[in-house]
């Protein structure tokens, strides 16, 4: 049997041969740990591992179902290294080091927290569906220690979602997978741009308070 990537020279290439070489090696358990991986360092694209995961079920690497489970194991696994940190962080620490930070108070920790009282389950699993977010919300879900079943629960239903989506996807492709790639693209940079928006609006709403309050 063919590989299931060639390398194109590019750094995606290399993610994708990475993660080919991982299944090779270890079947679907490879997929799993790539996918936990992401959730820890998102520029690996889970969009790229997911639909590989299943055009290697497809030809019958292993089962769909192995592909679909294992990939949710490994969201669920880098997701509670992030609540981790989170929860080693704490509020009381974040606080402290918001006070040092310009444009940023500890009282930013406060309304942080609060909003995640009140929205916290909603943001853990509907965050599953957004690149970057998805990684980074398992954090103040540590802060505020949201109770870890309830947590397992949200991350994992979302995140069996997303990943049975794109495994799907690959599996019902099949070597045509990478058609859709410019389309996720543009997804991505789109929600990237709205990020960078909100950042930038952050900081000159900051700046203006500052220099009034002067």
Sequence with gaps: MRPLAQNDGTWLGSIVDGVVGLMDVIGPYGAGLAIALENVFPPIPSEVILPTAGLAAGRGAFALWEAILWTTVGSVVGALALYGLGALLGADRLRRAADRIPLVSGEDVNKTVAWFDKHGGRAVFFGRFVPGIRSLISIPAGIVRMP??????????????????????GWFLGERWHVIEPYLGVVENVVLAVIVIAVVWFVVVRVRAARASR
């Design 148 to 169: 870890i079943g309830k947590f397992l629960l949200l991350t994992g239903s979302g995140s069996m979602l997303w990943n049975t989506l794109f495994v799907l996807l």
